[in-house]
């Protein structure tokens, strides 16, 4: 089966500046995340969904950052404006749901850095 | 607030030797634990999901165990190579909110 896809793998923006992210799910799974992964830490959840609908969003800085997920499928999360603090590798993942034994499928990630 | 901490930060060990990375969490209310690995410039790779009815798990030449009571898990690996250099990570899936959330990693270096 083919992986999560997302891009763009690498993104060099000012701060200020807006910028977008795109993640294809594996086909069939209903969940979807983002995660943003700091350097030398783990991944910390921004935003969770289950189909198209939002199950989780605690910890997206709204302010700034969006996220939707049309049709239940592709997903896009957006940053404007970026801040110096969002540099980070933006993970999405997806899984076949909200199942105990469903383990988490990750793409390569896009790394944003923000000058 | 469900927390999960792995020690140590960084390991590094000669080919042939058996390993074992820690992983530990401070709430028990988990349905699941994963232990993900992580090559440079990639994304998460799952190696063993243990759900929290089990004890443990095997793939190969990974074993990973979860006493859920004590808030623990391990991760052994037998006769370390070179190619299993990269950062693992363990992500608990927490009932609370049904969040998974992961520890910050131990970066193992194996050397030929």
């Known amino acids: 089966e083919a992986g999560v896809a997302q891009s763009p793998r690498y993104k060099i923006i000012e701060k200020r500046q807006s910028v977008a992210f795109w993640c294809n799910p594996i086909?069939?799974?209903?969940?979807l995340y983002w995660y943003q992964q700091i350097l030398g830490q783990g991944p910390k959840l921004l935003i969770q969904?289950?189909?198209?609908?939002?199950?989780?969003d605690s910890q997206l800085p709204k302010d700034r950052f969006s996220a939707e997920r049309l049709k239940g499928v592709d997903s896009t999360l957006k940053i404007q404006p970026a801040k110096l603090e969002d540099s980070a590798v933006y993970l999405c993942?997806?899984?076949?749901?909200?199942?105990?034994?469903?383990?988490?499928?990750f793409g390569n990630g896009t790394r944003l850095t923000v000058t | 607030k469900q927390e999960v901490t792995q020690i140590p930060a960084a390991l590094s060990v000669p080919e042939g030797e058996n390993l074992v990375l820690n992983c530990s969490f401070t709430?028990?209310?988990?349905?699941?634990l994963q232990w993900f690995r992580q090559d440079p410039g990639k994304g998460l790779t799952s190696l063993l999901l243990?759900?929290?009815?089990?004890r443990e798990q095997t793939s190969g030449r990974l074993n990973a165990s979860l006493d859920k009571s004590s808030g623990r898990s391990t991760l052994y690996i037998a006769a370390s190579q070179p190619g299993d250099s990269a950062t693992y990570l363990c992500?608990?899936?927490?009932?609370?909110?049904?969040?998974?959330?992961f520890g910050a990693g131990t970066r193992l270096f194996v050397k030929a």
């Open positions: 993942a997806s899984s076949q749901g909200q199942f105990f034994n469903s383990p988490l499928h």
């Open positions: 086909s069939g799974h209903a969940t």
């Open positions: 969904f289950q189909n198209n609908g939002v199950v989780d």
């Open positions: 709430d028990s209310a988990i349905y699941n």
């Open positions: 243990i759900q929290s009815s089990q």
């Open positions: 992500a608990v899936l927490h009932t609370g909110g049904f969040k998974t959330i």
